[in-house]
């Protein structure tokens, strides 16, 4: 049987551009994977890979106007937003780089023996090593930051692992474009061109997280996309870490005196964040807790308004767009249920933004209206408004795990006087990064950054952004009582390598 084509498709018309690859076939994963199991030790030179991440970084910039127009006429995003995000993967692999550079990331300790602790410390070194081939599934929404280049990429080399990247099928041409640049820069520093390996197609990313040199997989998309993988990761005979970031609801609390003090900007914000990038946010807010009453009634106004002069936008596919329609729909009909702005389709190929209203009571107990309390892909919110701050607690004792977690409070709040702090205490158990006063789309790559949080917004506790991001890629060793000629230089009394460690309960620098 042939094998079935990869069509690169324009969103905006459903049309087929090109087709610019074929499925793989699970004797073809097997093949990429053992040349990329075949390509680690090419990358255990820190200062090759650092300078093999710096020039992948350049050349993709290098490439920037053709890279560009492909992911545009594959996903519609334009090219302003394109070209932010290009330059953000660049600055992450700049800032993986970095990270190499310094080696804090290998997390060196040595401690020499200690007769006289209880008990006795022999000679022990420890530091962390890669784990092997790491699968990457791309994600549909960010065809730069979070796919063949992006952050799971990043880090996985950054911490010394070849890497097979499962294309998304919304950008399949741009994957294979920037594939191309990544093993053209490990080339230009003698790194065999497979250390990135490149394949397409839903079987065969069912058949790179089994196969046995796989080491570990980064995924970024839908929970029931995410869920399958990671049963699968574990059900291997030798299971494997899967991080996973699944879907998130990312809720929002607008305190009473919030809104009173400045409902017009929280209104317009709001719809600025639930709309950027036609709702196609991992970290858009899908539900806010708005006050009933005049307050409350004022920001819903605001929102109404900006929201209103949205004009209709393309999602990256078809597919996609059909389950938005049919999600608003499904929702709008519960009892209760109001639509101040009506989402739905704008078009043939296009949506509208639109947001819907419910009493928070709805909210608090389990039944018909546990769907608004799931992630509705698109330029969608769910209002909800509350009576008091109990029915604040209580719709939030019912939420899954999320990215992030939003309040917004007055100024007096924000000083420390009110409920602020409570409020906090109350989010915090439910997603990774906390906002006050912010909204939550647009995520800093930097060292303190968190991008995770408690299932199902991902399946482990750590972070895709953000330089702490490449711990993932790394388990620890520890060598004991090993005479200092067989050590690997990282663990050496006399540091020849220069790295930060803690040497016998010091920190040294």
Known sequence: MAAA???SVDPRNGKQREQVAVEATAEEVDTVVRAAH???????????????????????????????????????????????????????????????????????????????????????????????????YSASNFPFAFSVAGGDTASALAAGNPVVVKSHPDHP?????????LRRAAAAHGIPEDVLGLVHGFEAGVELIRHPLVAAAGF????????????????????????????????????????AERAEAIGTGLAGSMT??????????????VPSGAAGDGLVKSLTDAVSDTE???????????????????????????????????GEHTVSAGFLTVPAARLVAEGAYDLLLEECFGPVTVVARYEDDDEVRAVLSRLPGNLTATVQLSEEEAAGQGR?????????????????????????????????????ATTSASTSVGGTAIERWLRPVAYQNTPEALLPPELRDDNPLGLPRRFDNRLER
């Not at 023996?113 to 890669?130: E, Q």
């Not at 950027?276 to 807790?289: D, R, W, Y």
């Not at 915090?428 to 950054?449: D, F, M, S």
């Open 173 to 181: 041409g741009l994957s294979e474009l920037v594939a191309k640049v």
């Open 38 to 136: 075949a390509a680690r030790g090419s990358l255990a030179d820190r200062t090759v890979r650092a300078a093999f991440l710096r020039t992948a970084a350049d050349r993709l910039e290098a490439a920037k106007e053709q890279l560009v127009e492909v992911a545009d006429a594959e996903t519609a995003l334009g090219p302003v937003r394109l070209n932010g995000e290009l330059a953000r993967t660049c600055y992450q692999l700049r800032a993986f780089a970095g990270i190499v550079d310094e080696g804090a990331f290998l997390d060196v300790v040595i401690n020499h023996p200690d007769s006289a602790a209880t008990p006795p410390v022999p000679d022990l070194r420890r530091y962390k090593v890669p784990l092997g081939v790491v699968a990457v």
């Open 420 to 456: 602020g702090g409570e409020i906090l205490a109350e989010l915090t158990p439910l997603a990774g990064r906390v906002l006050v006063n912010g909204w939550p789309t647009g995520v800093a790559v930097a060292p303190a950054q968190h991008h995770g949080g408690p299932y199902p």
């Open 220 to 259: 970024t998309g839908s929970i029931r996309g995410g869920r399958a993988l990671f049963d699968a990761a574990a059900a291997r005979p030798v299971p494997i870490p899967f991080h996973g970031e699944l879907g998130s609801l990312n809720p929002v609390v607008v305190t009473e005196a919030a809104a």
């Open 312 to 346: 209709a936008g393309v999602l990256l596919d078809h597919r996609m767009r059909d389950n938005f329609v049919a999600g608003v729909a499904e929702r709008a009909e519960l009892p209760d249920v109001e639509s101040p702005v009506t989402p739905g389709a704008g």
């Open 276 to 289: 950027m990038g036609v709702g196609q946010f991992c970290v858009k807010p899908g539900l806010v807790l």
């Open 5 to 7: 084509p990869v069509w």
